[in-house]
């Protein structure tokens, strides 16, 4: 399974909308868009043995509670989990808001291992 696969269905299986990228226009709040940032190799002599890759959630919402409720939540299901991943690790988290829409941002910045 790939990692945007897992983390698609982690999310949705605990009831939380994801949408990949983009949010459509119709997006449903609260949710989740995500993305990957890069992929980093994990190399030794024998060649590529791991990849490490970097992952945006940012968690929408109209209120700052609700966007930092669905933050704490989204990281629960995610941080240091070792069941759908080799392992996942929050590395990061920023408050961004976005005034033209009217909508609280959180990003979370993950890494997932995933074994080759």
């Known amino acids: 399974m790939s990692i945007r696969t897992a983390i698609d269905s982690t999310l949705t299986n605990a009831d939380i909308p994801a949408y990949w990228m983009i949010a459509p226009h119709d997006a ?6 995500y993305q990957q940032i890069s992929t980093s190799p994990m190399r030794a002599h024998t060649g590529n ?24 939540t989204v990281k629960s299901l995610l941080d240091l989990n070792q069941t759908e991943f080799e392992i996942a690790t929050v590395e990061a988290e920023l408050d ?21």
């Open 49 to 72: 043995v791991a990849d490490r890759q970097r992952w945006q959630l940012s968690c929408w919402a109209h209120s700052a509670d609700e966007t930092e409720l669905l933050a704490t």
């Open 28 to 33: 449903v709040t609260p949710c989740v868009v």
């Open 96 to 116: 961004f808001p976005d005034a033209d829409r009217e909508l609280f941002r959180k990003i979370l910045e993950f890494q997932f291992w995933k074994k080759e």
